[in-house]
C-alpha cells in the first residue's frame, strides 16, 4: 500500500525508481545485490541469497478497523525463500534491499518460506523487533513488514544501523536509551531544567553513514577533530569563503574558528561534524538539544528531547538539490535514530536566506512561522517523527 501522492504545498519528493539490477553499500561498505525478475526480487549478499517471489494470494495491507471494506486494498504475498541459511542479520539486509525497491509502500505483505529450517525464528525476530505485524491474527503466518518501521533502524544487526556510535554503546546497554536524570543549564539566553545529556562520542569518529542509491555515493557525518588538520583547513576555508559567511557569520582567523570548535566540543548540548562524499569533505553541520539552546528560549513549547540542525555546504561541487536533499534528510535521521524519544527536529535558518524556499520543498517539514532572535530574524521549521517517517526521501 503506497503514501498518498496528496502532499501539503511545497514539499514534493522526488521519485527513485530502482534499476532492474541494483548494487548498494551498507554502512560497513559491504555490497548488496537486488535484481528484479518480473516481479520476483532476487537479493545476495556475501554468500547469501534470499528470492521474495509473489504469491497469487493476497492479504488486505489497508488497516482494519480504520480503513472501509469497500476501500481496502490487497496486495500479493511475497513468499521469502532461501537456498542458503537466513540469519536474521541477512533477513534485515533482505529486507533493505526490498524497502529501496517499494520506496514509495508503507507496508509489504510477506510470508517465510516453511522449507527454511528457522522460519519460526525469523518469524518472531520480524514481529519482536517491530519490522513487521499481524494483519490477522488468525493467520500468524503471513506479517506486512513495515517500511517507517525499517528506517527507524528496528531489528538492525550490530554494525549495519545507520547510526555508527550509539550512546549509550550497545555493549554498555543493550536494551535502554540513556537514563532521564534531571539536569540544569543557566547561560546568557538560557535558563532551563532538562535531561542530562549523553557523552559525545570522541572527535573523529564516524557518528552516522547511509548510501544514496540516487547519487551511488556514501554520505557520511563524523564528529569533527579541531586537531586533525583534514578537518580543521577545510573548515576554516569554508567558514573564510564570501558564500558560506552570509549564513553562518564565522569569518576570523584561525584562533577565533579554535575558539568556536573548541567551545562546540565542551558544551553538552550541540555536535559539529564534517559532512563527507565517499570519505571527501564536503560541508559541516550541527545537532543540537534544543531545549539548552538559546532557540529554545525565544520559541518556547520544545520537548525535553526534541532537537535541531545547522549544516553549511562548503565544497561546490558537492551542491544541488539531491545532494542537499540527501544530506538534510540524513542530519534528521541521524536525529530521530540517537534518541527514539525525539519528536521532532527544529530548524531556524535566517529568514532573508535564498535557501528557505528549497527548504519547504526538498523536506516534509513545516513552516511553522517567522520569529526574531537576538542576532537575527528566522524562519522556524518543524519536522515531526511521524511524518519525517512516512514521507522523507531515504532512498
Known amino acids: 500500500m503506497s503514501s498518498s501522492a496528496i502532499t501539503p504545498a511545497g514539499y514534493r519528493a522526488e521519485t527513485f525508481v530502482a534499476p532492474a539490477e541494483q ?15 518480473e ?3 532476487t537479493i545476495t549478499w556475501n554468500e547469501s541469497k534470499v528470492v521474495f517471489t509473489p504469491q497469487e494470494r493476497t492479504v488486505r495491507v489497508s488497516p482494519i478497523g480504520i480503513v472501509n471494506d ?3 486494498v490487497s496486495e500479493k ?15 534485515w539486509v533482505a529486507i533493505y534491499a526490498i524497502w529501496l525497491r517499494k520506496n514509495e509502500d508503507d507496508v509489504a505483505p510477506v510470508t517465510i518460506d516453511e522449507q527454511i529450517s528457522n522460519a519460526s525464528e525469523l518469524n518472531s525476530y520480524l514481529l519482536h523487533t517491530g519490522l513487521g ?31 555508527r556510535d550509539p550512546i549509550p554503546s550497545v555493549a554498555h546497554s543493550p536494551h535502554f536509551p540513556f537514563p532521564y536524570v534531571q539536569s540544569f543549564t543557566r547561560g546568557e539566553h538560557v535558563l532551563t531544567t532538562h535531561p542530562l545529556r549523553p557523552p559525545k562520542p570522541a572527535p573523529g569518529t564516524t557518528i552516522y553513514a547511509r548510501y544514496i542509491n ?6 557520511t557525518f563524523t564528529h569533527i577533530d579541531a586537531s586533525n588538520p583534514a578537518h580543521f ?3 576554516t576555508r569554508w567558514q573564510n569563503s564570501d558564500r558560506v559567511n552570509v549564513g553562518w557569520r564565522e569569518r576570523g582567523d584561525d584562533e577565533h574558528h579554535r575558539a568556536y570548535l573548541r567551545d562546540r566540543l565542551a558544551d553538552p548540548h550541540i555536535m559539529g561534524f564534517i559532512v563527507a562524499w565517499d570519505g571527501e569533505p564536503a560541508g559541516y553541520g550541527e545537532m543540537s538539544w534544543v531545549k539548552e539552546d538559546p532557540m529554545g528560549t525565544y520559541v518556547g513549547g520544545l520537548g525535553d528531547y526534541d532537537q535541531g540542525t545547522h549544516l553549511l ?6 551542491r544541488g538539490r539531491q545532494r542537499f536533499t540527501a544530506i538534510m534528510t540524513s542530519m534528521k535521521h541521524m536525529c530521530f535514530l540517537r534518541e527514539p524519544r525525539t519528536d521532532v527536529v527544529v530548524g531556524e535558518p535566517r529568514a532573508d536566506l535564498p535557501i528557505i524556499p528549497r527548504l519547504i520543498s526538498y523536506l516534509p517539514q513545516e513552516f511553522n512561522r517567522e520569529f526574531e532572535l537576538p542576532h537575527k530574524r528566522a524562519v522556524y521549521f518543524i519536522l515531526r517523527r511521524e511524518r519525517f517517517f512516512q514521507a522523507a526521501m531515504l532512498y
Not at 23 to 37: G, I, N, Y
Not at 313 to 318: A, Q, S, V
Open 133 to 163: 505485524f499481524l494483519p490477522d491474527r488468525t493467520d500468524p503466518k503471513t506479517l506486512l513488514l513495515s517500511r517507517p518501521a525499517f528506517w527507524q533502524a528496528a531489528g538492525a544487526p550490530l554494525g549495519l544501523s545507520w547510526l
Open 39 to 41: 516481479s520476483t526480487i
Open 23 to 37: 548494487t548498494f553499500k551498507l554502512p560497513d561498505s559491504s555490497s548488496v545485490t537486488s535484481v528484479d525478475a
Open 233 to 235: 583547513d577545510v573548515y
Open 77 to 91: 504475498i511475497l513468499l521469502l525463500s532461501s537456498p542458503t541459511p537466513v540469519t536474521t542479520t541477512i533477513l
Open 214 to 219: 540516487a547519487l551511488n555515493q556514501l554520505l
Open 313 to 318: 555546504i562548503g565544497e561546490e561541487k558537492f
Open 70 to 72: 469497500n476501500r481496502a
